[in-house]
């Protein structure tokens, strides 16, 4: 029995369940237009696997983006550009999980807060976006008798012309496909410019003047 069998067995018989992940593209990959793909570049220290979850709006499904090159056992990476290829539709971020790395066991699985993050987003065929740049982290500590595990994620500042350059570099046959960033500095600005802002509130009315008596003035 092979060993990936062996893993494989062993994820059934988990509660946590196991991820499935979406393979990234080699550097050699060239443009499909029945496909959408979805890139980022990724940092991760001192920690197992990182992953977002995109969700496809239509149908429910769920496809498992890595924080950089999946591997079997725990590697750091900076600023690591990756793509996945999913159907053309329509998605948003909706949990970003983390998992063992050899035998891909969920450890956590969390809804995405971040309003900018989990905004839902439409691929057209052959249309690429960039989600930004991410740092992960795996903090341990230990009390005795118990170990305690923090994960986290922190996006980072990119502007949308530094995210098209490492892309480019990662990926150069899908130079001339339509690319957007949506955690880019460019973007995430715009968006803050397009958003509807609160009407101000009403100015109190000013009260009418007391209407003059018609009595007669007293004497002094």
């Known amino acids: 029995m092979t060993m990936t069998r062996h893993l494989l067995l062993l994820c059934l018989t988990l509660l946590t369940g196991c991820v499935s992940l ?17 890139a980022g570049s990724f940092t991760r220290a001192n920690s197992g696997g990182f992953g977002f979850v995109l ?27 990756v793509m996945i290829q999913v159907p053309p539709g329509k998605y948003r971020i ?28 439409t691929l057209d065929p052959g249309a690429i976006i960039f989600l930004g740049s991410f740092s992960a982290k795996t903090e341990t500590t230990v009390s005795y ?27 150069p046959l899908f130079a001339d496909a339509p690319f957007t960033c949506s955690m880019c500095i460019d973007s995430l600005l715009d968006a803050l410019l397009k958003a509807p802002r609160p009407a101000p509130a009403p100015t109190p009315a000013t009260p009418a003047p007391a209407p003059a008596s018609s009595a007669p003035a007293a004497a002094i």
Request: glycine share 4%; no cysteine; net charge positive.
């Open 94 to 121: 909706s949990h970003w999980l983390t998992y063992a790395t050899l035998t891909k066991e969920r450890s956590k699985k969390s809804e995405v807060t971040n309003k900018f993050i989990a905004a839902p987003f």
């Open 22 to 38: 979406q393979p990234t593209l080699q550097a050699s990959a060239k443009p499909e237009k029945i496909n959408a793909y979805v």
């Open 145 to 171: 008798p118990y170990t305690h595990t923090n994960w986290s994620i922190k996006p980072n500042p990119l502007s949308a012309a530094d995210a098209r350059g490492a892309f480019a570099a990662a990926y």
């Open 55 to 81: 969700t496809n709006a239509d149908n429910g499904f769920e496809y498992v983006m890595p924080f950089g090159e999946d591997t079997s056992w725990p590697k750091d990476v900076k600023d690591q550009v």
